[in-house]
């Protein structure tokens, strides 16, 4: 967990810290997946001997690259962190958009053309926003002093369609912690109208940061309802920054009134409970846990084989 300081490699291709889950994530990873993540190139030995995953740098060929880190999901809580870890994320989701919306901006930085600087956001600040905060900083992102480039919007919106398409149909992986990266050209053409600079500026969007992925236990489950329902919040959220919308009336799912909650159970005392086995009656007692997402416990290390989302919910003795 926490931040990896990326080293250059070559002018294309970036070292990532080497994360055993990650590296292995990037080697089973579909054709679908391949098509919405950065490429990559292997585990090389780089810094003082130290294994590194190669990775595409994508912010390669950009002169002003403006880029956005949204951490995707309802939870950040993997079943393989320490439990302090698991206390401290749990706490963290609840009091986030991570918890409500699915959606959480951990980093932006956007080239403001009318003083040919950057403008900053670090993942603490977003931390502190609640919805209506969310829905602003996403617009800022397209902000560059002098208009919002409402022209780009439409353009993301179909590549997260894209990854949309991909979660919808994949039931092999479920997500933690991982993150969707937003990057555009912010340097203007001089003498081009906005509706012609906005549809041909250089734009990319990637599934970014695996550390967190576990291979699902059955392959016939539902789909990561987690990283999709943040999916659709974030697409809502971009649909009314390009309509105009105010941000404070576009309308988003807080998932933290929903009746149920996805949640990783860490106390040693819950049993499994068959899914065949769940009846409303029983409910006051379950930690509501959707089959999506509900993870068994392990104390497997990161380069042990990877851990399995478990189709079980889980009841206190």
Not at 7 to 30: G, H, I, N
Not at 32 to 42: D, N, S, W, Y
Not at 129 to 139: H, R
Not at 191 to 219: C, K, N, S, T, Y
């Amino acid at each position: 967990g926490g931040a990896r300081v990326f080293r250059r490699y070559s002018r294309s291709l970036l070292a990532k810290p080497y994360c055993p889950r990650e590296a292995w994530f990037y080697k089973e990873a579909t054709e679908a997946f391949r098509k919405v993540t950065p490429t990559f190139h292997g585990v090389r030995r780089c810094d003082k001997g130290n294994q590194s995953l190669l990775l595409e740098d994508l912010t390669n060929g950009y002169h002003q690259p403006c880029v956005l880190d949204i951490k995707m999901g309802l939870t950040t809580a993997a079943p393989d962190r320490l439990p302090h870890k698991l206390s401290r994320c749990r706490d963290k989701d609840n009091i986030t958009t991570t918890g409500s919306l699915g959606a959480r901006i951990c980093g932006m930085r956007v080239y403001k053309v009318d003083n040919g600087k950057f403008q900053l956001m670090d993942k603490h600040r977003g931390k502190e926003l609640n919805p209506q905060g969310f829905c602003e900083a996403l617009q800022s992102f397209f902000d560059n002093g002098r208009r919002i480039r409402r022209g780009l919007v439409p353009r993301f919106l179909k590549s997260l369609r894209d990854i949309q398409e991909v979660m919808e149909r994949q039931s092999e992986f479920h997500f933690f912690a991982s993150s969707i990266l937003f990057i555009y050209e912010g340097a203007e053409e001089e003498g081009v109208l906005p509706e012609q600079a906005d549809a041909r500026v250089r734009i990319d969007l990637r599934m970014i940061d695996f550390a967190h992925v576990f291979e699902a236990d059955d392959h016939k489950l539902d789909k990561d309802r987690s990283y999709c329902s943040g999916l659709l919040n974030l697409q809502t959220a971009l649909r009314g920054i390009a309509e105009g919308i105010d941000p404070a009336k576009i309308e988003l799912v807080d998932h933290r009134a929903a009746e149920e909650r996805p949640v990783v159970a860490e106390r040693s005392d819950l049993k499994p409970v068959p899914l065949a086995s769940w009846s409303r009656a029983r409910r006051p007692l379950l930690i509501h846990a959707p089959p999506a997402f509900a993870v068994r416990l392990s104390r497997g290390h990161t380069d042990s084989p990877p851990l399995r989302a478990s189709a079980c919910v889980y009841l206190a003795c």
